[in-house]
């Protein structure tokens, strides 16, 4: 069973960065796609980035152009760099291992993970 742990999360400087990393505590991403969701209270579940264990990284329009994703296979590790941090970018920040073994896609959906982190809390403040 994949069990994946979050950290890095806390309370940041509006316009600053955060570094987010989820390492595989138990099993193996495999070739899995991974990704990061955040999730404002009120509002859904929404996936900011991904990394398929062949294929290129995929970003939501809320992040692309400041966000940057990489997976460390070897060591079992997910990593998020988020830049420019709006306060939009509050949240439950969580990592996630697709259901499905597709090397070369990852999704943005939620739905079809199913391994998740427990989350970690983000927050934006001047």
């Known amino acids: 069973q994949l069990t994946l742990v979050e950290s890095g999360g806390g309370s940041v400087q509006l316009g600053g960065s955060l570094t987010l990393t989820c390492p595989a505590s138990r099993g193996y991403f495999g070739s899995r796609g991974v990704g990061w969701f955040r999730q404002a209270p009120g509002t859904e579940r929404e996936g900011i980035a991904c990394?398929?264990?062949?294929?290129?990284?995929m970003f939501s329009a809320s992040v692309e152009g400041r966000s940057a994703i990489s997976r460390d296979d070897a060591a079992e590790k997910l990593v998020l760099h988020l830049h420019n941090l709006k306060p939009e970018d509050s949240g439950v920040y969580y990592c996630?291992?697709?259901?499905?073994?597709?090397?070369?896609?990852?999704?943005?959906?939620?739905?079809?993970?199913?391994?998740w982190g427990q989350g970690t809390q983000v927050t934006v403040s001047s």
């Open positions: 996630a291992a697709d259901a499905d073994s597709r090397p070369y896609y990852c999704r943005l959906q939620p739905s079809p993970h199913d391994y």
């Open positions: 990394k398929s264990y062949r294929g290129e990284p």
